[in-house]
């Protein structure tokens, strides 16, 4: 791999609060310690959730906080099309099928993960349904079983640098079967894309090296890294984090405005007060 760069990729769905702020420091940081690159990258695919008004405070907040970065900021909202294009070749190849189950499952398939509620795995309903059957409004899953038999043979693998789960992992296919399932990848007419697919064909389109985040996303890594494999994409090193926390061992939820970074900053906190909190 080239020079080392890496990317801090927020939803803006809400103000930046302590728990991205630790994510985009430390990521900015390592970057800049290591004399790379720092990347800011607008994971806003999801148009119902997602304001320019989250975007702009959040910039505001890193700007307070004295982060900098490399170039443009991405935002993936305006390349939804591009990005579902990218698995065209996965059908051709009979990889995904069209699947009408209802709203509610498919977005909770595609949303951001949330502690404390287990992904679901799809149970196959609509697999084998030939592509040719598409409804208006199906969305498209990955044949896991399928794709993965294409890739029999590959090292379906990713190194992993962080605290909590250093080394090596080796991506088991019957327990990707077992804990991941048939995803869904895209939803046609409502331009909706996966976040795992967006994320890791952003990471290799933007040449990032190492992906510095949050250990919520952990349980997401082996998806990117067998999508990496099907789309010819490499796969970057990782870094999972720690979650920021308040007193009672409570994930600072980016809802929570109480924990806002601006009511910080509105209390009289210094950036280096920040620092102070989030690096004791
Ligand atoms: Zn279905």
């Known amino acids: 791999m080239t020079g080392f760069t890496t990317r801090f990729a927020p939803s803006p769905t809400g103000p930046l609060h302590l728990g991205h702020a630790f994510s985009a420091l430390l990521a900015h940081d390592t970057a800049r310690a290591a004399g790379g690159r720092f990347l800011l990258r607008m994971e806003d695919t999801d148009r119902a959730r997602c304001t320019p008004d989250h975007a702009a405070g959040i910039i505001a907040d890193l700007t307070w906080l004295g982060v900098t970065w490399d170039g443009p900021v991405h935002h993936q909202a305006p390349h939804i099309a591009a990005y579902t294009a990218r698995i065209a070749p996965l059908a051709a190849r009979g990889l995904l099928y069209p699947c009408g189950c209802t709203r509610a499952d498919i977005r909770a398939a595609l949303a951001a993960p949330q502690e404390g509620v287990e992904h679901a795995v799809y149970p196959g309903t609509c ?9 208006p409004g199906d969305a ?3 044949d896991l079983a399928r794709a993965l038999a294409t890739l029999a043979g590959s ?10 789960h250093g080394g090596t992992h080796r991506i ?5 079967l077992a804990d991941i399932g048939d995803v869904v990848l895209s939803r ?6 996966a976040y795992f697919l967006a994320s890791a064909i952003d990471d290799a389109d933007q040449g990032i090296t190492d992906v510095i985040r949050g250990e ?8 990117q890294v067998i999508l990496q494999h099907l789309l010819g994409l490499p796969t970057p090193r990782y870094h999972h984090h720690r979650l920021i ?9 980016k809802r929570d405005d109480a924990r806002a970074l601006s009511r910080y900053r509105a209390d009289g906190m210094t950036p280096a007060d920040i620092r102070a909190l989030l690096f004791p």
Request: net charge negative.
């Open 127 to 135: 697999r084998g349904r030939p592509m040719d059957s598409r409804q």
């Open 140 to 142: 498209l899953r990955l």
């Open 155 to 164: 090292d379906l693998a990713f190194t992993e640098t962080g605290p909590r």
């Open 172 to 176: 088991d296919p019957a327990a990707a």
């Open 188 to 193: 046609k007419g409502e331009d909706i894309v």
């Open 216 to 223: 919520d996303l952990f349980s997401f890594t082996p998806i």
């Open 245 to 253: 926390r308040d007193e009672d061992g409570k994930r600072l939820a």
